[in-house]
């Protein structure tokens, strides 16, 4: 809620007076109170009289962040110069005088309804300005907005949704590209600005109760209006985004040089080195080892092996390699005595130009250290070329996955020898993720006084289309405020979440950032995390 004087009444923004923030102020107040005695009363029983209760406090400090952002210490008891922790004892009810204000206007929501009125009671409601439906929050990005024309290489797709017996659906909502609209009394749509290229093209209306759904591929071209008519149904299996999907393939090849170092007779010889990795969208990552007993080794006891790892890019093009090599001494060819290790990598290998391809070298120096004097030095050129036509399988209902995490963090501000600083805040967001974009992410930060936590979540879809890999990493940062970037604390897990079926049970993440270069300050988060089908 923002002060009138400051924005004024700006278009999406609308004014409540004093008496409208006043009685939704008292509704927020009581119903928390309510909650946390009925929550009491379920844990205690019959000993819930005896026991202290913390509903109002906790009630006016929730309702006084709500009004006024005065979250802390200070939403509770009012404020006071000089009183320890900056406040006395007495009561802050200072939601009761909110004053006026502007917000986003109830008005601005889709599927708001008015307020619930008990029929035995007419005056009873459940709530100052009614109820919404659940709206799934997602993490902002950034995208292009033409405003004025569409710039060059774009083309657009206009249409008609319609049902199986041909009559048309109003307000359905469509999505190609990125971009989203709706459809009129006609079930007619269009959508501008469109980069050339392939699409998947999707339609969605509820209807009876029922979730029905089109998609379809579409051919964008520039310049152009490409025509579609999508016919509303019981989800299927999607055609695959594009008709041609190529692997990647590297090849690379080199010598090796190799030194067995023997008092007054060394040996050495100059090998052959050549190989290759075949990466995909389906099989992303490659490693192939060269180096037997006898491929790579001088003087019947030096034996040098070398992995080359190949990942493809998020681009489906690009491939970073990184290359290993690990030396073998002792008495024979075939020793597994590992006295030496080098890498370099990961290298990023760029697409090769039809019209002919400039290799991208790597160089590596693997040392004798355990004993001195063997050597290796390697010497490989790279390339990265179009490799065999993948076929992709229709996309099932199935591997369409959301994943949600909803759970609690909380924060606790060591402040010696003054008293500390905690909050605890909701968490509850979601990835998105399917086999036409494999890998979705988001972030979450809170602050308590001058400690930040951090949270980076990313997802990928995994192999069998259905499961999705986790990636949680937890920052914690301390200094003088909210804005510091001393990092002193750090968490990482990563872990497989299952498709969820009948009676699925929730994975749990429980992970816990202590400071550990000064000590004191942590967060807890602790979430619920499950994989469920996209309806």
């Given at each position: 809620?923002?002060?009138?004087?400051?924005?004024?009444?700006?278009?999406?923004?609308?004014?409540?007076?004093?008496?409208?923030?006043r009685?939704?102020?008292?509704?927020?107040y009581?119903?928390?109170?309510?909650?946390?005695?009925?929550a009491?009363?379920?844990?205690?029983?019959?000993?819930?009289?005896?026991?202290?209760?913390?509903?109002?406090?906790?009630?006016?400090?929730f309702?006084?962040?709500?009004?006024s952002?005065?979250?802390?210490?200070?939403?509770?008891?009012?404020?006071?110069?000089?009183?320890?922790?900056?406040?006395?004892?007495?009561?802050?009810?200072?939601?009761?005088?909110?004053?006026?204000?502007?917000?986003?206007?109830?008005?601005?929501?889709?599927?708001?309804?008015?307020?619930?009125?008990d029929?035995?009671?007419?005056?009873?409601?459940?709530?100052?300005?009614?109820?919404?439906?659940?709206?799934?929050?997602?993490?902002?990005?950034?995208?292009?907005v033409?405003?004025?024309?569409?710039?060059?290489?774009?083309?657009?797709?206009?249409?008609?949704?319609?049902?199986?017996?041909?009559?048309?659906?109003?307000?359905?909502?469509?999505?190609?590209?990125?971009?989203?609209?709706?459809?009129?009394?006609?079930?007619?749509?269009?959508?501008l600005?469109?980069?050339?290229?392939?699409?998947?093209?999707?339609?969605?209306?509820?209807?009876?109760?029922?979730?029905?759904?089109?998609?379809?591929?579409v051919?964008?071209?520039?310049?152009?209006?490409?025509?579609?008519?999508?016919?509303?149904?019981?989800e299927?299996?999607?055609?695959?985004?594009?008709?041609?999907?190529?692997?990647?393939?590297?090849k690379?090849?080199?010598?090796?040089?190799?030194?067995?170092?023997?008092?007054?007779?060394?040996?050495?010889?100059?090998?052959?080195?050549?190989?290759?990795?075949?990466?995909?969208?389906?099989?992303?990552?490659?490693?192939?080892?060269?180096?037997?007993?006898?491929?790579?080794?001088?003087?019947?006891?030096?034996?040098?092996?070398?992995?080359?790892?190949?990942?493809?890019?998020?681009?489906?093009?690009?491939?970073?390699?990184?290359?290993?090599?690990?030396?073998?001494?002792?008495?024979?060819?075939?020793?597994?005595?590992?006295?030496?290790?080098?890498?370099?990598?990961?290298?990023?290998?760029?697409?090769?130009?039809?019209?002919g391809?400039t290799?991208?070298?790597?160089?590596?120096?693997?040392?004798?250290?355990?004993?001195?004097?063997?050597?290796?030095?390697i010497?490989?050129?790279?390339?990265?070329?179009?490799?065999?036509?993948?076929?992709?399988?229709?996309?099932?209902?199935?591997?369409?996955?959301?994943?949600?995490?909803?759970?609690?963090?909380?924060?606790?501000?060591?402040?010696?020898?003054?008293?500390?600083?905690?909050?605890?805040?909701?968490?509850?967001?979601?990835?998105?993720?399917?086999?036409?974009?494999?890998?979705?992410?988001?972030?979450?930060?809170?602050?308590v006084?001058?400690?930040?936590?951090?949270?980076?979540?990313?997802?990928?879809?995994?192999?069998?289309?259905?499961?999705?890999?986790?990636?949680?990493?937890?920052v914690?940062?301390?200094?003088?405020?909210?804005?510091?970037?001393?990092?002193?604390?750090?968490?990482?897990?990563?872990?497989?979440?299952?498709?969820?079926?009948?009676?699925?049970?929730?994975?749990?993440?429980?992970?816990?950032?202590?400071?550990?270069?000064?000590?004191?300050?942590?967060?807890?988060?602790?979430?619920?995390?499950?994989?469920?089908?996209?309806?």
């Amino acid at each position: 809620m923002l002060p009138k004087g400051e924005f004024g009444t700006v278009d999406g923004l609308y004014l409540y007076d004093e008496t409208e923030r006043r009685e939704a102020a008292e509704q927020i107040y009581t119903s928390t109170k309510n909650k946390i005695n009925d929550a009491i009363a379920q844990k205690a029983g019959v000993f819930a009289d005896l026991l202290p209760s913390n509903a109002d406090p906790i009630g006016r400090q929730f309702t006084n962040c709500f009004a006024s952002d005065n979250c802390g210490l200070g939403g509770v008891f009012n404020p006071a110069e000089g009183a320890i922790g900056g406040t006395t004892t007495e009561p802050n009810y200072n939601f009761r005088n909110p004053g006026n204000g502007v917000a986003v206007s109830p008005d601005d929501f889709l599927f708001w309804d008015a307020p619930m009125i008990d029929p035995a009671d007419a005056s009873a409601v459940t709530g100052a300005y009614g109820d919404v439906e659940d709206v799934a929050y997602r993490s902002g990005d950034y995208r292009r907005v033409h405003r004025w024309a569409a710039t060059a290489g774009t083309g657009s797709v206009v249409g008609h949704v319609i049902l199986q017996d041909g009559s048309a659906v109003a307000e359905a909502s469509v999505t190609v590209a990125g971009k989203s609209t709706g459809t009129d009394a006609s079930g007619a749509f269009e959508v501008l600005a469109i980069p050339a290229g392939s699409y998947e093209i999707r339609a969605e209306k509820v209807v009876s109760g029922k979730t029905l759904v089109a998609a379809q591929k579409v051919d964008v071209v520039a310049g152009a209006k490409t025509s579609v008519t999508l016919t509303l149904g019981d989800e299927v299996a999607i055609p695959p985004p594009t008709l041609e999907v190529f692997s990647r393939r590297v090849k690379f090849s080199g010598s090796m040089f190799i030194l067995d170092d023997e008092p007054g007779d060394d040996d050495f010889a100059t090998l052959p080195v050549s190989g290759e990795c075949e990466v995909s969208p389906l099989n992303r990552f490659v490693q192939v080892t060269l180096g037997g007993p006898n491929q790579f080794c001088v003087g019947g006891e030096v034996r040098v092996e070398l992995t080359v790892s190949c990942r493809l890019s998020s681009d489906n093009e690009t491939i970073d390699v990184t290359t290993e090599a690990r030396l073998y001494e002792f008495t024979g060819c075939d020793t597994t005595e590992l006295n030496g290790t080098a890498a370099v990598g990961p290298v990023s290998i760029g697409v090769c130009d039809p019209q002919g391809c400039t290799p991208t070298p790597v160089r590596l120096r693997v040392d004798n250290t355990a004993e001195g004097g063997d050597f290796s030095n390697i010497s490989l050129d790279f390339t990265n070329e179009k490799g065999t036509k993948i076929e992709l399988p229709n996309v099932k209902p199935e591997n369409l996955r959301r994943v949600t995490f909803n759970g609690d963090l909380h924060i606790e501000d060591d402040d010696w020898p003054d008293p500390n600083e905690s909050g605890s805040f909701v968490f509850g967001e979601e990835c998105i993720v399917d086999p036409f974009d494999r890998e979705d992410s988001f972030t979450f930060s809170q602050c308590v006084d001058e400690v930040r936590i951090e949270v980076a979540v990313s997802c990928r879809l995994g192999l069998d289309n259905t499961s999705v890999n986790v990636t949680t990493n937890a920052v914690l940062f301390e200094g003088t405020s909210c804005a510091t970037t001393d990092r002193d604390g750090e968490q990482v897990r990563d872990f497989l979440v299952p498709a969820c079926g009948a009676g699925c049970t929730p994975t749990p993440l429980d992970l816990t950032v202590s400071n550990t270069d000064e000590g004191g300050d942590s967060a807890v988060l602790q979430l619920q995390i499950q994989n469920n089908q996209r309806q």
